[in-house]
């Protein structure tokens, strides 16, 4: 089993800034990639960043791209989201989730976090 857990959710205006991160433990062995997924009332999980463990590969979506940096520090087995210049749209619960290997897809992430709430006021 891997066991994640998310932090640094929360209230912030619109052009601020906001860091997750989501520290992994457990059987971490051949997970090799990690995601961040969201996903706001109503509507379907999406992708937003992921990151290789190995490599430090990442890939985003378009929507974040410019905005959102994805970042590991593998001695702490933790991964952070980066999120500056918030949008309302941006609005969500924020899941941490780990994957065999680097992809966009929510069915390849076979472990999830608790999820952890942003919300951006306009």
């Known amino acids: 089993q891997v066991q994640l857990v998310e932090s640094g959710g929360g209230l912030v205006q619109a052009g601020g800034s906001l860091r997750l991160s989501c520290a992994a433990s457990g059987r971490t062995f051949g997970k090799n990639a990690m995601g961040w997924f969201r996903q706001a009332p109503g509507k379907e999980r999406e992708f937003v960043a992921a990151?290789?463990?190995?490599?430090?590969?990442?890939i985003y979506a378009d929507s974040v791209k410019g905005r959102f940096t994805i970042s590991r520090d593998i001695a702490k087995n933790t991964v952070y989201l980066q999120m500056n210049s918030l949008k309302p749209e941006d609005t969500a619960v924020y899941y941490c989730?780990?994957?065999?290997?680097?992809?966009?897809?929510?069915?390849?992430?076979?472990?999830w976090g608790q999820g952890t709430q942003v919300t951006v006021s306009s």
């Open positions: 989730a780990a994957a065999w290997d680097i992809t966009t897809m929510v069915r390849s992430y076979d472990y």
């Open positions: 990151i290789r463990w190995s490599g430090g590969d990442t």
